[in-house]
């Protein structure tokens, strides 16, 4: 069951439509800066906006994102447009955060190489 599908506007900018208390949100992806998992929850950190809870879990997203989003742990879903690997091993991005690369993804040199 697909809970949240990419939407299109009409200018053909790609993102998801959130659910909110007035309704709907279409958020584009380029805004989207990581998704972190909160148990049955999903914080979505969205630049120059306050981030959303929403009740559904980061494995539901991982599906339908883009390739531009990555999994670097079981927690968090970081967009690489927003983010830059360091030498030790941290992904940092634009806002401060900064997490470290799970030992098994590490071993994929192609999360490492999209990142820098």
Same mark, same amino acid.
């Given at each position: 069951?697909? !809970?949240? =599908?990419?939407?299109? +506007? @009409? #200018?053909? !900018? /790609?993102?998801?439509?959130? $659910?909110?208390?007035?309704? #709907?949100?279409?958020? *584009?992806?380029? =805004?989207? !800066?990581?998704?972190?998992?909160?148990?049955?929850?999903? &914080?979505? !950190?969205?630049?120059?906006? *306050? $981030?959303? &809870?929403?009740? #559904? +879990?980061?494995?539901?997203? %991982?599906? %339908? &994102?883009?390739?531009?989003?990555?999994?670097?742990?079981?927690?968090?879903?970081?967009?690489?447009?927003? /983010?830059?690997?360091?030498?030790?091993?941290?992904?940092?991005? @634009?806002?401060?955060?900064?997490? *470290?690369? /799970?030992?098994?993804? /590490? #071993?994929? *040199?192609?999360?490492? +190489?999209?990142?820098?």
């Amino acid at each position: 069951m697909k !809970v949240y =599908e990419l939407a299109f +506007t @009409k #200018k053909g !900018v /790609a993102g998801l439509r959130l $659910p909110c208390t007035g309704g #709907k949100v279409f958020v *584009p992806l380029s =805004e989207i !800066v990581r998704l972190e998992g909160r148990r049955n929850y999903t &914080l979505i !950190v969205i630049n120059a906006h *306050p $981030p959303m &809870l929403v009740a #559904k +879990t980061l494995g539901l997203f %991982e599906t %339908e &994102l883009s390739n531009s989003f990555v999994r670097i742990r079981r927690g968090c879903i970081i967009n690489l447009l927003h /983010a830059s690997v360091g030498h030790d091993g941290l992904v940092r991005q @634009k806002d401060g955060f900064a997490a *470290p690369v /799970a030992r098994r993804r /590490a #071993k994929q *040199p192609a999360l490492l +190489t999209q990142a820098a």
